[in-house]
């Protein structure tokens, strides 16, 4: 086997180093962008959401008939493959990247085409399985990259949600086995009225309490996508049939109830719940650094 493949692209060809499954757009890429010195792979919930996202794709253009149902087989298979981990070095792209994350959506679909393509054929290329044709086909960065990032936001809030309300415990906890020890209440920084320390550790558990609801209640806007939009909203290029056959499969993927945003050209055009959960997230933190300056406070004394 030699150890540089060909692979082409509307600007031309180049040599590809046969031992990786990412392409020519990938070293293209490569080239001339990113400045952070730090992979967007480094997270790795936005390439498995887009994996996931393309694998639904795949079944759902199977499901229409507008993709060979081998063809969808092997991108399925190659998603699962990049899911289950051992592909990271695949993904070199930069964090930070212009023009929306083409890059990044074609390094997956890459990744997943010649991952689909060596199952069926025995080589990594484009002969059978093409990173544009097939494993991007009905989609669009422009639908793809912002619903990747919503379904990479829920595992995190999840996980905060998780050890926020693990803190909670804990301080409902202290707050009981400390609620017959008085203390002196304090008021910018003087000693103020009497207050058991039992009351100071229930308004930390109460305030972490309720920022962690407030981080679960933006959990299914998590699941609110724009797939099948494609472009700009219009859905051009997709096969009719294929939006419900997308959400049926994204949802029997990920266990949850997926839906398409009511409005696609407020989706395409907005992005202010990811804005939420950053200022959601950036309130439990601040909250959080505050009650450790309160603890260091009331042991500097008296």
């Not at 044709?133 to 995190?156: C, E, Y």
Request: with cysteine; aromatic share 6%; glycine share 10%.
């Amino acid at each position: 086997m030699t150890n540089m493949r060909i692979e082409r692209d509307c600007l031309g060809e180049m040599e590809i180093p046969n031992d990786r499954y990412y392409g020519i757009q990938t070293i293209r890429n490569m080239k001339v962008s990113g400045a952070a010195g730090f992979p967007v792979v480094a997270y790795p919930d936005m390439h498995k959401a887009l994996c996931q996202i393309k694998k639904a794709c795949a079944k759902a253009n199977a499901e229409i008939g507008a993709m060979k149902p081998e063809i969808a087989q092997a991108i399925s298979e190659a998603c699962g493959k990049v899911i289950a981990g051992g592909y990271e070095k695949e993904f070199p792209l930069d964090m930070w990247q212009g023009g929306g994350y083409t890059c990044v959506n074609m390094n997956v679909n890459e990744v997943i085409g010649n991952l689909a393509n060596e199952m069926l054929t025995g080589h990594k290329g484009q002969d059978m399985v093409h990173p544009n044709t097939h494993v991007n086909m009905a989609q669009s960065t422009n639908d793809t990259i912002p619903s990747a990032t919503h379904l990479a936001i829920a595992p995190r809030l999840d996980k905060i949600v998780c050890e926020a309300e693990k803190l909670a415990d804990a301080f409902d906890a202290k707050a009981k086995a400390f609620e017959h020890i008085v203390k002196v209440g304090r008021t910018c920084w003087q000693d103020a009225l009497p207050v058991t320390l039992g009351q100071e550790f229930s308004g930390f558990a109460s305030a972490i309490r309720r920022q962690a609801r407030a981080l679960k209640a933006l959990r299914p806007g998590c699941f609110e996508l724009i797939m099948g939009g494609n472009a700009v909203g219009t859905g051009l290029g997709a096969q009719p049939g294929y939006m419900d056959a997308f959400y049926k499969a994204i949802s029997a993927e990920l266990g949850e109830s997926v839906r398409p945003n009511p409005n696609l050209f407020d989706g395409f055009q907005n992005s202010d719940f990811i804005l939420t959960v950053s200022g959601a997230v950036k309130t439990i933190a601040a909250t959080l650094s505050k009650i450790c300056k309160d603890l260091r406070l009331m042991s500097s004394g008296p």
